[in-house]
């Protein structure tokens, strides 16, 4: 656990720049997961947002999770369940439209207090996104360019709740996956554990750390740097006490974004037959990766491949 990568962003301002610059890209390149101290968003907000989600779950959510449970009779359960998590979830959307005021239930306090969340969220999300570019040799602003499409970026936040379980044996709080979309920054619970990444085939505990933003890398930074940087399996042990916290913001590409291996990243000599990253509209693979999210991604890679094969996909027109 001592090696997982702790980013200090404090540091990108002085002498120790040039290290902090190594620690993030060799954490792109062999973890996929990093952890961020100092990154601006104050302590203040993090610890309201908290307990605003926790007083909501308790209030709105967490009855409704204990008759799903009963009735699909999980207490008792003997053999393991393939087929559904044991979490309780509710989703927002920011860009390119927000829908807060739309939510059912939700405090005025919790709104006004999620959309500054969000605000700091998406700007923490856009510097990353300059600090990968800087480290990938790739010009300012390229990374949140290649997410604009028409509309700009799909911005939009899934708060979860991992009550206690009876049988995490048999249950994972969230099965095995990589994300779909781009950067995920995720404001996790600093008591309850339970999220793993799978590293050299082990799976490893990402440390709760308080006031920290765990940050991982999505498909769509897989693609545009060709593999450099990779989207890591992780999953959701779930707990036999404690109630874990999960509030994480998905900044993506647009719907109709075109996404490809960045030129520059694709080695000049290699031919067509060895590149390994399909061109695609980020939609359609988000289809693709709504019937096929808890299997691994180079199967949809292929797919998208073969479907750009076939159509041949050059410069899309969008709507």
């Not at 601006?40 to 008759?67: A, V």
């Not at 799976?203 to 999505?218: A, F």
């Not at 693979?285 to 750009?308: D, H, N, V």
Request: net charge negative; hydrophobic share 35%; with cysteine.
């Amino acid at each position: 656990m001592e090696n997982f990568p702790v980013i200090n962003l404090e540091k990108l301002n002085g002498e120790e720049r040039g290290a902090t610059m190594e620690k993030i890209n060799d954490a792109c390149e062999n973890w996929g997961f990093f952890e961020l101290i100092n990154h601006g968003i104050s302590h203040e907000l993090m610890d309201t947002m908290e307990r605003l989600t926790k007083e909501h779950y308790q209030k709105s959510m967490e009855q409704r999770f204990k008759e799903l449970v009963a009735t699909k009779g999980l207490e008792g359960v003997q053999t393991e369940v393939n087929d559904l998590d044991w979490e309780s979830t509710f989703f927002l959307r920011h860009l390119p439209h927000s829908n807060i005021s739309e939510i059912p239930d939700l405090q005025d306090e919790y709104r006004k207090v999620m959309k500054e969340f969000a605000l700091r969220l998406e700007k923490l999300a856009e510097e990353l996104l300059d600090l990968l570019c800087e480290n990938l040799g790739l010009e300012k602003g390229y990374l949140k360019k290649a997410f604009h499409g028409s509309k700009g970026p799909n911005f939009g936040t899934k708060v979860s709740n991992y009550p206690p379980c009876p049988k995490p044996d048999l249950i994972k709080g969230l099965r095995a996956h990589t994300d779909a979309g781009g950067i995920i920054l995720l404001f996790q619970d600093d008591k309850v554990s339970g999220l793993q990444l799978l590293k050299d085939d082990q799976w490893i505990d990402v440390p709760p750390m308080r006031h920290s933003i765990v940050i991982n890398l999505g498909d769509q930074i897989e693609v545009i740097t060709n593999g450099k940087y990779k989207s890591v399996m992780h999953r959701v042990i779930a707990q036999t006490d404690g109630n874990r916290m999960s509030i994480a913001s998905f900044y993506n590409p647009g719907g109709d974004a075109v996404i490809y291996p960045a030129p520059t990243l694709v080695e000049k000599e290699a031919d067509e037959n060895n590149n390994l990253y399909p061109k695609f509209v980020f939609e359609d693979y988000m289809k693709l990766y709504a019937g096929l999210k808890f299997q691994a991604k180079e199967p949809r890679f292929e797919a998208m491949k073969a479907i750009e094969s076939n159509v041949n996909v050059g410069p899309i027109a969008t709507a």
